[in-house]
Protein backbone atom coordinates (compact mmCIF):
# COMPACT_ATOMS: atom_id res chain seq x y z
CA UNK A 1 0.00 0.00 0.00
CA UNK A 2 0.53 3.54 -0.03
CA UNK A 3 -0.16 6.51 2.21
CA UNK A 4 -2.35 9.26 -0.30
CA UNK A 5 -2.99 12.87 1.21
CA UNK A 6 -5.35 14.92 -1.24
CA UNK A 7 -5.36 18.83 -1.18
CA UNK A 8 -6.81 21.30 -2.93
CA UNK A 9 -10.96 20.88 -2.40
CA UNK A 10 -12.60 24.09 -1.46
CA UNK A 11 -16.22 26.49 -2.46
CA UNK A 12 -16.10 27.42 -6.09
CA UNK A 13 -18.70 29.05 -8.16
CA UNK A 14 -20.70 26.82 -10.92
CA UNK A 15 -18.32 27.32 -14.25
CA UNK A 16 -15.36 27.64 -12.09
CA UNK A 17 -12.48 25.73 -12.05
CA UNK A 18 -10.17 23.75 -9.08
CA UNK A 19 -7.19 21.46 -9.11
CA UNK A 20 -7.09 18.74 -6.42
CA UNK A 21 -3.23 17.38 -5.51
CA UNK A 22 -2.90 13.98 -4.02
CA UNK A 23 0.21 13.78 -2.41
CA UNK A 24 1.65 9.76 -2.61
CA UNK A 25 4.65 8.24 -0.41
CA UNK A 26 5.61 4.62 0.26
CA UNK A 27 5.96 1.92 -1.86
CA UNK A 28 5.15 4.30 -4.62
CA UNK A 29 7.14 2.26 -7.43
CA UNK A 30 5.20 -0.26 -7.40
CA UNK A 31 1.69 1.13 -8.31
CA UNK A 32 0.30 0.01 -11.52
CA UNK A 33 -3.14 2.82 -11.48
CA UNK A 34 -4.08 6.01 -9.41
CA UNK A 35 -7.14 7.54 -9.50
CA UNK A 36 -10.22 9.39 -8.56
CA UNK A 37 -13.14 8.47 -6.70
CA UNK A 38 -15.91 10.61 -5.56
CA UNK A 39 -19.08 10.51 -3.32
CA UNK A 40 -21.90 12.83 -2.50
CA UNK A 41 -23.67 13.31 0.10
CA UNK A 42 -26.73 10.50 0.43
CA UNK A 43 -25.00 8.60 -3.36
CA UNK A 44 -22.58 6.02 -3.42
CA UNK A 45 -18.96 6.49 -4.20
CA UNK A 46 -18.18 6.59 -7.88
CA UNK A 47 -15.39 6.92 -10.10
CA UNK A 48 -14.06 9.48 -11.40
CA UNK A 49 -10.78 8.88 -13.22
CA UNK A 50 -7.69 6.98 -13.68
CA UNK A 51 -4.17 6.90 -14.90
CA UNK A 52 -2.27 3.71 -15.80
CA UNK A 53 1.47 4.64 -15.53
CA UNK A 54 2.39 1.79 -17.28
CA UNK A 55 0.89 1.99 -20.51
CA UNK A 56 0.10 5.84 -20.15
CA UNK A 57 -3.64 5.37 -20.36
CA UNK A 58 -6.46 7.42 -18.99
CA UNK A 59 -9.97 6.49 -17.82
CA UNK A 60 -12.77 8.88 -17.20
CA UNK A 61 -16.53 8.91 -16.42
CA UNK A 62 -18.65 10.05 -18.88
CA UNK A 63 -20.08 12.49 -16.41
CA UNK A 64 -16.57 14.41 -16.46
CA UNK A 65 -15.01 13.86 -19.92
CA UNK A 66 -14.02 17.18 -21.32
CA UNK A 67 -14.27 18.80 -18.15
CA UNK A 68 -11.93 17.50 -16.04
CA UNK A 69 -8.20 15.77 -16.29
CA UNK A 70 -5.88 13.70 -14.65
CA UNK A 71 -2.05 13.76 -14.95
CA UNK A 72 0.75 13.06 -12.74
CA UNK A 73 3.94 14.06 -11.95
CA UNK A 74 6.36 10.86 -11.33
CA UNK A 75 9.26 13.09 -9.94
CA UNK A 76 7.07 14.53 -7.55
CA UNK A 77 4.62 11.44 -6.34
CA UNK A 78 1.87 13.63 -7.42
CA UNK A 79 -1.50 12.98 -8.94
CA UNK A 80 -3.43 15.82 -9.99
CA UNK A 81 -7.54 16.37 -11.18
CA UNK A 82 -7.86 19.67 -12.77
CA UNK A 83 -11.73 20.06 -13.11
CA UNK A 84 -13.00 22.66 -14.85
CA UNK A 85 -16.58 23.54 -15.93
CA UNK A 86 -17.60 22.64 -12.75
CA UNK A 87 -21.72 22.06 -11.88
CA UNK A 88 -23.36 22.03 -8.59
CA UNK A 89 -23.64 17.82 -9.03
CA UNK A 90 -19.68 18.33 -8.76
CA UNK A 91 -19.99 18.74 -4.91
CA UNK A 92 -18.38 16.00 -3.36
CA UNK A 93 -15.91 14.29 -1.26
CA UNK A 94 -13.03 13.55 -3.62
CA UNK A 95 -10.66 10.74 -3.06
CA UNK A 96 -7.34 10.12 -4.33
CA UNK A 97 -6.91 5.94 -4.75
CA UNK A 98 -4.03 3.99 -6.15
CA UNK A 99 -3.84 0.11 -7.14
CA UNK A 100 -0.42 -1.61 -6.13
CA UNK A 101 -1.25 -5.01 -7.02
CA UNK A 102 -2.52 -5.10 -10.32
CA UNK A 103 -5.99 -6.26 -9.13
CA UNK A 104 -8.10 -3.82 -7.02
CA UNK A 105 -8.11 -0.51 -4.89
CA UNK A 106 -6.02 -0.96 -2.34
CA UNK A 107 -4.68 2.35 -0.93
CA UNK A 108 -7.66 5.50 -0.34
CA UNK A 109 -6.67 9.00 0.58
CA UNK A 110 -8.62 10.94 3.55
CA UNK A 111 -10.49 12.71 1.07
CA UNK A 112 -10.93 16.39 0.08
CA UNK A 113 -14.14 18.52 -0.18
CA UNK A 114 -14.91 20.05 -3.39
CA UNK A 115 -18.47 22.35 -3.22
CA UNK A 116 -19.79 23.99 -6.14
CA UNK A 117 -22.46 26.38 -5.64
CA UNK A 118 -24.98 27.48 -8.03
Known amino acids: QVRLVESGGGLVQAGGSLRLSCAAS????????MGWFRQAPGKEREFVAR????????NYADFVKGRFTISGDNAKNTLYLQMNMLKPEDTAVYYC???????????WGQGTQVTVSS
Open 26 to 33: GRTFSTYS
Open 97 to 107: VADTRGSSWDS
Open 51 to 58: IRWRVGST
